[in-house]
């Protein structure tokens, strides 16, 4: 059973008050909140192992090494890759998806080629591939979206030519909160021959992944929105195509030899990592993708999607109310996992289902209005453009307000947030 108040009381944080209200935390999709575990993981290896990694003879580089690498295993797991050279650390998707169209783009985009990406990606699954379009004269070409929300998928067939090199698209909306049939894209991708990149910042927190169930080429995510630190994330590439790819950033740890007239790069996974690694994030990202493994991601999927239901139909009572996405307020219906099938499958095969993300408008009230009383109620929201300008645009509008939810929310949170826009609602 999930249960739900002692979960809470693995996050210190939850118990504060803000201006003198409890906090009532909504702001997941942007960040989550740590377990003690993790931040007790952080401080535990500060005060008793800290040493470099890699290159070291003495006892606790070793052991520094043996944390940092048990990590790359236990990521490996969580999303189940064939082999640990397919995990590269970085500092996050941003990170990650820069990497990749660097090393992409210098291997395998000429002038006149063409890289696909989707209505509705945050700007770090844009402008980096933007940038490299512009260096390698690449053009930048995009899958609609309908007005509910829901990607064109059929449009791919005339969008991919020949001259497709990449399709890179998220596999969950942060704006709004649709889950991508990513497995149908990337089937119809590799069906012409072209590689797939699945930007996970906003699946891995919510539900369990499968790498090579989903067979894309390229996956990436970050520690922070998965109950980990800050300044650490993943990209994961099939090794084939990995080994393909020339590195990102020279220094140290990724190169095997060096001399002044030649430099010979290291071995998967260390050509993509050069200088120091955050050993002590990776070993506190390890300890989260624990804790949510002991939580169990499919509890975690069913418990989020119910309080989004839940959510949905109580913000559906307020006037004026108007939610982007959720083709119609249905969110993938609990009952759809059955108990033979997880309830990722459930996800994976549905046409277009949504996740614990809400992003609305009430009215002509403006985003940053509404975002800014609810704060003074004790309520964290997000406003604007939640870094995604073009979905805006697609939209016709500035801004949202986005209340995005995380293990640890409530039904009584989201009562607290539905009275607080009726209470705001009356101000104006
Ligand atoms: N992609 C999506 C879908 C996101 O929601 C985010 C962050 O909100 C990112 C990428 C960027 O993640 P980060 O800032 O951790 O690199």
């Not at 307020?329 to 309830?343: E, Y």
Request: proline residues 4%; contains cysteine; glycine residues 8%.
């Amino acid at each position: 059973m999930y249960d739900i108040q002692r979960v809470r009381d693995d996050f210190p944080i939850l118990s504060r008050q803000v201006y003198n209200r409890p906090l009532v935390y909504l702001d997941n999709g942007a960040t989550t909140q740590k377990p003690r575990c993790v931040v007790e993981a952080m401080v535990d290896e500060y005060y008793n192992v800290n040493a470099n990694v890699h290159r070291g003879v003495h006892f606790l580089s070793q052991q520094a090494t043996d944390l940092h690498e048990a990590s790359r295993e236990k990521v490996r797991t969580f999303i189940n890759a064939r082999s640990v050279n397919e995990i590269i650390f970085t500092r996050g998707t941003t990170e990650s998806i820069n990497l990749l169209a660097f090393s992409f783009g210098e291997a395998m985009v000429k002038e006149g080629d063409e890289v696909i990406v989707s209505a509705m990606e945050h700007h770090s699954n844009i402008v980096p591939w933007q940038m490299m379009c512009q260096r390698r004269g690449a053009q930048l070409k995009v899958i609609p979206m309908t007005d509910e929300g829901t990607l064109r998928v059929d449009a791919l067939d005339e969008l991919i030519t020949d001259r497709t090199r990449i399709v890179c698209c998220t596999h969950v909306s942060n704006v709004l909160g649709t889950v991508n049939p990513v497995k149908d894209i990337i089937a119809k991708a590799h069906a012409c021959g072209v590689p797939v990149l699945i930007d996970g910042a906003q699946s891995t927190p919510h539900f369990a992944v499968d790498v090579q169930n989903l067979d894309c080429d390229f996956f990436a995510f970050s520690g922070h929105k998965v109950y980990g630190p800050t300044g650490i994330g993943v990209l994961y590439g099939k090794e084939q195509w990995l080994d393909k790819l020339p590195p990102y950033q020279g220094g140290g740890e990724m190169i095997k030899n060096v001399s002044f007239e030649r430099t010979t790069f290291n071995v998967l996974p260390y050509k993509f990592e050069a200088g120091t690694p955050d050993y002590v994030a990776s070993h506190a990202l390890a300890t989260a993708i624990d804790y949510v493994s002991s939580l169990g991601m499919d509890n975690i999927y069913r418990h989020e999607q119910e309080l989004t239901s839940y959510a949905v139909s109580r913000m559906r009572e307020i006037d004026g109310m108007r939610i982007f996405g959720h083709c119609g307020g249905t969110v993938q219906p609990l009952n759809d996992a059955s108990p033979d099938s997880s309830a990722t499958a459930a996800v994976a095969t549905a046409a277009a289902t949504h996740d614990a993300v809400i992003s609305f408008l009430v009215g002509d009230i403006h985003h940053l209005d509404m975002g800014t009383l609810l704060d003074r109620l004790g309520i964290a929201v997000r406003t604007g453009h939640h870094c995604a300008e073009p979905l805006m645009r697609r939209l016709g509008i500035e801004g949202t307000v986005r209340a995005s939810f995380g293990l640890y929310n409530t039904k009584e949170e989201v009562d607290i947030l539905v009275e607080g826009i009726k209470r705001v609602s009356k101000m104006f």
